[in-house]
């Protein structure tokens, strides 16, 4: 944190804190790293779907939005920015993994700690209740695996809308899409993902006609 | 009424308001769409009930311990300084009052001697500095003035102040440029007054978007504590006295800033 003399200690604002990195202040980028790195791993773990990669991410983020920090100019606020970044390249991230998982043959699915997914925890268990699905272990392996399996457009577009709130037209602009195409886009991930989760019983209702009389 | 589907109840979840009383009067009376927005309700529970695992306290200070030596030595360059938002700003207005100046000048004045021409030249330059620095300080004592007025509702944790933020970071690039002229022209009074105003101007320029009721009453206690409003007030008193009264040319080698600070 910065401060000026004579002064209790304030935070430095986002933009003094560009313009004195641009003025050759290494360490008033800390300000903005410090300040946004938790922000950025919640949005790259939920894209990127493991720790690893979701490090990785937030890493690159910051190395990019320093290179390129005179282009940024203060047009808008830092934190939108570098976010965008980070979403990006967790799209690059996603495609490069999916890439590398391809050419390998052992289509083995791994836990987070490196150990096999028990395929017992896949099967449905016709007696869980909300709450306990919406807590299980489960259904959480089942959810991340659904994940796993969305395009990177798709998991982009359901975690940006559902649990970072963007609106569509900011989630167009990362797709470099139109608003209708990202709506779609969402709708389609929303409906794969509950498709994955009929095996429980909470969830399996869903494939009712649609757009049928009542 | 057909059934809603799944993207217009997703929509309807949203908030979307097109047909939105439609939606909602359809689902009063369906029972099927009810459970079926229900249903949707829990998938999203379940989707969000996934944790993102804590990735330690000090997992900014691994970022940059990460990057720091990744990151180039960003050598400043000059034309950066004048490319900065707040920079065009203040140069922009300082251009536009001088060529308000010189309009004013070209269109007023009768063919001069040339005496007279060195003494509206220094007339010129005076009321240029007047006119400027005079909207200045209008523009520092209103900022001020807010945020010594302003108190925080009862139980709010943090305060917004991101617009004084940026009119005092706009106001501190005029404000050096008006000191250190002020200096030059042995202007104490000016000179020294804005000397104190920049200090304030930097630390509400400095603050964060958002502060605590502390840290809002402390930059409070310093602007009454140097009692910097009244002072800007004598000031500007002083440069309206001098901008309305056709004060007859000082002698040669008095400036009229020389004149008040001997008074």
Known sequence: MLSTAGTESLAVSDSLAVERTLAGDRDAYRVLVDRYSLYLYRLAYRMTGNSHDAEEVVQE???????????FAGNSNFGTWVYRIAANYSIDRIRQRNVEEARQAAPTRLNEDGSELDPVVLVKDPSASPERLASSSELAAKMKEALDDLTPAERTAIVMRHWEGCAIEEIAAVLKSNSNATKNTVFRAVAKLRKALEPFSEFRDTARAMGTES | MNHMTEEQLIAYRDGETRGRENFANHLNDCMECQHEL??????????????????????????????????????????????????ILAFAAMAAVIALAFFVGRYTKTTPSPDQTALDTGKTRERILVVAVGNHLGRSEMILMELANAEPRKGQKLMNISAEQKRAEDLLEENRLYRQTAARDGDKLMASTLDELEPILLDIANSPDEITPAQFEAIQKRIAAKGILLKIRVVDQDLRERAGTAKPAPAQGDTPSKERNKA
């Open chain 2, 38 to 87: 229900a249903r949707l309700n829990t998938f999203f529970a379940a989707l969000d009930a996934l944790p993102v695992p804590d990735p330690g306290q000090n997992f900014a200070d691994r970022v940059w311990h990460s990057i720091s030596p990744r990151l180039e030595e960003k050598r400043a360059r000059w034309w950066n300084v004048f490319l900065q938002p707040q920079r």
């Open chain 1, 61 to 71: 983020a910051f190395l990019r939005a320093y290179q390129k920090l005179s282009q």
